[in-house]
C-alpha cells in the first residue's frame, strides 16, 4: 500500500486547476469574437411641410405671384399675355392671362396652406372655356417643405382623366426658336423628333415670341395631353371638347380638383396634407388654324374651402 503527502497532494491540486484556469484563459482570448454590428442606417423620413392655417385675414384666392413664362402664341406680348398681366390674376378672378401654345406656364401662391379635404375637391382655377371650347391646362401642385415661402420644392402633377390615355406623355419637352424676323411663324422642335409652327394670323400682328426671353431659343418641359377633344374637320366651325375632369380652362365656370390626385415624377400617388403653390400649364399642341394654337387661359384661382362661389 502506498501512502500519499496530503499537503503535497493538495499543492499538486491548486497547481492543476491554476493551469487549467490560464489554459482556459488563453483559448477564450484565441476564440474569434463576433464584431459589434453597426445599426442600419436609417433613411430620413419625407419632411412634413409646415401648415400655414387660415386666419380671419386669409385670402381665398393666390396672392403671390412667381413666375409666368409662357410660349409664344397670338396674345403673347399684349394685354393678355405679359408678367404685369399675370400679376392682376391675383386676389381674385377679374382678370385674363393667356399661357401660350403647350407648355407655357404661371406660378401662384396662396397666403395660408390650402388643406386636402377628405373625399372632395379642394382649389378651383377659373378659366376662360366656354360650351364646346376648351383649352385644357395640367395643373401642379406643392407643398412647401422647406418652409421658405418660396416654390423651389418639389412639383406633383395632378392626375386628370386623360392621365395613361392615348396621347398623353409625361416628360415631354418642346424648345422654341426666335424666328429671324418677327413677322415670321415661330419654329417648334420636340424630344420625340416633331417639328413644326406656332403659326401666325392675320388677326394679332405682334411678335409671338416672348420679348423677354434672352437667347435664340428655350424649352419648356411637362405633360401633354391628347388632343382628341379637337374637331377641326370643318374648318369654320373648330370644336374643342372639355376633358372629363382635372384640367384647367376645361369647363365653364371654372375647374375644381382635388389635391388627392397629386402624382409624383413616376406617377405614383403623393399623400399631401396641404399645398402652398399652384402652377398652371398649357396642356394641348395643336394648331387651330385661323383660332391660333390652343391656349390655357387663367383667370383666377382659388381654395374651395372658404371661397365664395355664385354657385354655393
Known amino acids: 500500500m502506498i501512502k500519499t503527502n496530503?499537503?503535497?497532494?493538495?499543492?499538486?491540486?491548486?497547481?492543476?486547476?491554476?493551469?487549467?484556469?490560464?489554459?482556459?484563459?488563453?483559448?477564450?482570448?484565441?476564440?474569434?469574437?463576433?464584431?459589434?454590428?453597426?445599426?442600419?442606417?436609417?433613411t430620413p423620413a419625407t419632411p412634413i411641410a409646415p401648415i400655414r392655417p387660415v386666419t380671419a385675414n386669409s385670402n381665398p384666392y393666390v396672392t403671390q405671384f412667381f413666375e409666368y413664362t409662357p410660349a409664344p402664341g397670338q396674345f403673347i406680348n399684349t394685354g393678355f399675355g405679359t408678367a404685369e398681366v399675370a400679376k392682376t390674376i391675383l386676389k381674385g378672378k377679374d382678370n385674363l392671362l393667356t399661357l401660350g401654345a403647350w407648355g407655357g406656364y404661371v406660378v401662384y401662391g396662396f397666403d395660408h396652406t390650402v388643406l386636402n379635404g377628405y373625399n372632395k375637391p379642394d382649389i378651383i382655377v377659373f378659366g376662360n372655356a366656354f360650351n364646346l371650347f376648351?383649352?385644357?391646362?395640367i395643373i401642379?401642385?406643392?407643398?412647401?417643405?422647406n418652409g421658405n415661402?418660396?416654390?423651389?420644392?418639389?412639383?406633383?402633377?395632378?392626375?386628370?382623366?386623360?392621365?395613361?390615355?392615348?396621347?398623353?406623355v409625361r416628360n415631354y419637352t418642346v424648345t422654341y426658336t426666335h424666328p429671324k424676323n418677327d413677322t415670321s411663324d415661330v419654329p417648334w422642335r420636340d424630344n420625340h423628333g416633331n417639328r413644326g409652327y406656332?403659326?401666325?394670323?392675320?388677326?394679332n400682328t405682334q411678335p409671338y415670341f416672348?420679348?423677354?426671353v434672352t437667347g435664340s431659343t428655350?424649352?419648356?418641359k411637362g405633360s401633354l395631353l391628347p388632343s382628341t377633344n379637337i374637331d377641326d374637320s370643318n374648318p369654320d366651325y373648330i370644336i374643342s371638347r372639355s376633358f372629363d375632369f382635372g384640367y384647367a380652362d376645361n369647363t365653364s365656370g371654372g375647374d375644381k380638383v382635388d389635391i388627392s390626385n397629386a402624382i409624383d415624377k413616376n406617377g405614383v400617388s403623393v399623400k399631401l396634407k396641404g399645398v402652398d403653390f399652384i402652377k398652371i400649364q398649357t396642356g394641348v399642341l395643336y394648331d387651330m388654324g385661323w383660332l391660333g394654337e390652343q391656349s390655357?387661359?387663367?383667370?383666377?384661382?382659388?381654395d374651395l374651402s372658404i371661397v365664395k362661389l355664385d354657385d354655393q
Open 6 to 42: 496530503l499537503n503535497y497532494s493538495k499543492t499538486l491540486s491548486m497547481v492543476v486547476l491554476l493551469s487549467l484556469a490560464i489554459l482556459a484563459s488563453c483559448k477564450k482570448d484565441q476564440d474569434p469574437v463576433d464584431p459589434v454590428k453597426p445599426e442600419k442606417p436609417v
Open 134 to 137: 376648351a383649352e385644357p391646362g
Open 140 to 145: 401642379w401642385v406643392m407643398d412647401d417643405k
Open 149 to 168: 415661402g418660396k416654390p423651389d420644392d418639389t412639383w406633383y402633377e395632378l392626375r386628370g382623366s386623360k392621365y395613361n390615355q392615348e396621347g398623353y
Open 198 to 203: 406656332i403659326k401666325r394670323n392675320i388677326y
Open 210 to 212: 416672348p420679348k423677354w
Open 218 to 220: 428655350y424649352t419648356l
Open 296 to 302: 390655357t387661359e387663367v383667370t383666377g384661382v382659388a
